[in-house]
């Protein structure tokens, strides 16, 4: 708690987070009751500016939200016309048909959107309904009441100095309180890290498992664009090393979203996520698709995807997790918003009932409940397996078996029941005495690029004299464990170049913490095999500013 004196606010319900699932709740709150005061919270810049999603949208959760969102403008303009698997090798592709496939894997009905353009059009909405909605304002400490139940967070806390002392235009911030506060802060969110091991919500449950997503917008040749094409692939340039694929999705003037997912439970330490993504684009079908276009945008961001077995209780003492703070994705399907969307609307009415009924800061059980047994909890139980025997059986298997349990489960039973995950990703990192360097290709500068180029490409900032917010548990670990047991994996783990080693002039290694470049991705919290780093927010509106990721 700060020494200076904050001032607190109250609302009906708090909400951290202007993502799909936040804004979505507070929606559902003012068209239940237009009286409640709802306030959302948002670190980025503006709402959109930290959403980064493929994307592909099933518009269900809009439906149940906004039923006539398409008279009231909503950014789904470009309809999927077409959809491709195809399983790369080096050279060349196979197309995987489409109907051997269950018929959740079909596209049909769903739309080519920028997420980010969607929640700019949802915080719209919600303005126009009272919520009051607050970009620029980080989130950055849980309030909690006298009997331990969270009472609401403290937000816009600005002017630390890098040492963490007060600067001289310090401002406290605020407390906002609510009768519920509501966490919508996407993957791995440092309040949801909080609540979940404060309350041990992850008790009995599987370790959530994360992938890595990378994203470029490209304008490339009209002649080659086909607005609403929906390409998928697996395979190279990944083979055994790591898990994963990509996306390219064909939106509107001429732009595509080129996309590439690196599951994060890979073993070899010297696997370089990024570098893989730049390499995929010189495969022939890539390279000819892009060849005398140009990159106009660059981004990341972790994906929940354990699915179902590992989402933790939703619930505790006068909070509720929202959407990906829980791990929403339906893996194979790459979909998640419509969950996302889907959980605000039920924590909405579940907060709604419970002040109607008088209650505050208690659990909203029934919120969980109807999760768990609605369309969220059925559209993940029928692919639960999808990821874990990908992840123990490799790519093949889980095209097969996979696919064929997805089918059965379709029919409401599994040959296979629930496949556990195991370790977390950290721990799934091996030593790097055990696993061969892999030898990545220079960046040519015209399909490939270097990490510095491509981050300055996300338009990411952030206040150089305040405190690093990427905080290392133990300064020693990443030099005197890190490199050289793991080969120092989070100088390629990280998409933005955050973290490197470097030489000081006695010729001993230094870990060096390259703050203002990160993109909040949280691969490091995710994916250090020490769990050493703890990222927490910086002040408001710093990191990425995505226009239309």
């Not at 698997?85 to 079909?106: C, D, H, Q, S």
Request: charged share 20%; glycine share 12%.
């Amino acid at each position: 708690m700060s020494e200076h004196t904050r001032e607190a606010m109250e609302y009906d319900v708090v909400i951290v987070g202007a993502g799909p699932a936040g804004l979505s709740a507070a929606i559902r709150l003012k068209q239940l009751d237009a009286d409640l005061d709802v306030v959302v919270l948002e670190k980025g810049s503006e709402v959109g500016a930290h959403i980064l999603s493929g994307a592909v949208l099933d518009p269900c959760g809009l439906d149940a939200l906004i039923p006539d969102w398409k008279d009231k403008g909503a950014p789904l303009t470009v309809p999927v016309t077409e959809d491709n698997f195809y399983l790369l090798g080096e050279a060349g592709k196979v197309r995987i048909p489409n109907w051997p496939m269950p018929p959740l894997m079909t596209n049909h009905g769903n739309y080519i959107v920028s997420m980010g353009n969607v929640c700019r059009w949802m915080a719209e909405q919600a303005e126009e309904l009272g919520v009051e909605v607050f970009a620029g304002m980080s989130c950055s400490e849980i309030v909690y009441g006298d009997n331990g139940e969270v009472k609401g967070v403290v937000a816009g806390e600005f002017g630390r100095q890098a040492d963490g002392t007060p600067g001289p235009g310090y401002e406290p911030g605020m407390e906002l309180h609510g009768k519920y506060v509501f966490l919508g802060e996407g993957v791995r969110g440092s309040l949801s890290k909080e609540v979940i091991a404060k309350f041990d919500l992850a008790k009995g449950k599987e370790p959530q498992k994360y992938g890595l997503g990378m994203k470029e917008i490209w304008e490339i040749d009209p002649a080659k664009h086909k607005a609403g094409r929906v390409t998928h692939t697996m395979g190279w340039p990944l083979g055994k090393n790591a898990g994963g694929g990509s996306f390219i999705y064909h939106l509107d003037n001429n732009q595509v979203y080129v996309g590439f997912v690196v599951h994060l439970n890979y073993a070899n330490p010297h696997v370089y996520p990024y570098m893989e993504f730049q390499r995929f684009k010189h495969h022939p079908y890539l390279k000819e698709l892009l060849e005398g276009g140009k990159r106009v945008a660059y981004g990341a961001r972790a994906i929940s995807e354990g699915g179902y077995q590992s989402m933790p209780k939703m619930v505790a003492p006068g909070v509720a997790l929202l959407g990906c703070a829980v791990g929403m994705v339906n893996v194979p399907r790459i979909k998640g918003n419509h969950n996302a969307m889907i959980s605000g609307k039920l924590a909405a009415e579940a907060a709604y009932a419970a002040i109607q009924d008088g209650r505050a800061s208690d659990e909203l059980n029934d919120y969980e409940t109807e999760v768990r047994n609605g369309s969220i909890g059925r559209d993940l139980m029928k692919v639960r397996n999808v990821k874990p025997i990908w992840s123990k059986y490799g790519l093949t298997a889980s095209l097969t078996l996979g696919g064929f349990d997805m089918w059965t489960n379709t029919l409401g039973f599994s040959l296979f029941g629930t496949v556990g995950h195991g370790k977390s990703d950290a721990e799934a990192t091996g030593e790097a005495k055990d696993h061969k360097p892999i030898d990545y290709p220079r960046p040519d500068g015209k399909l490939s690029f270097d990490r510095l180029t491509n981050v300055s490409f996300s338009a990411t900032n952030h206040e150089e004299s305040q405190p690093s917010h990427l905080k290392l548990k133990d300064p020693s670990i990443p030099v005197s464990v890190n490199l050289p047991k793991y080969g120092g994996p989070s100088a390629r783990y990280c998409p933005a170049g955050v973290y490197e080693f470097v030489k000081d002039d006695k010729g001993e290694d230094k870990f060096v913490i390259n703050f203002q470049n990160c993109v909040h991705c949280k691969t490091c919290d995710i994916k250090d095999p020490s769990q050493n780093i703890d990222w927490t927010v910086p002040q408001g509106g710093d990191g990425p500013n995505y226009p239309n990721m």
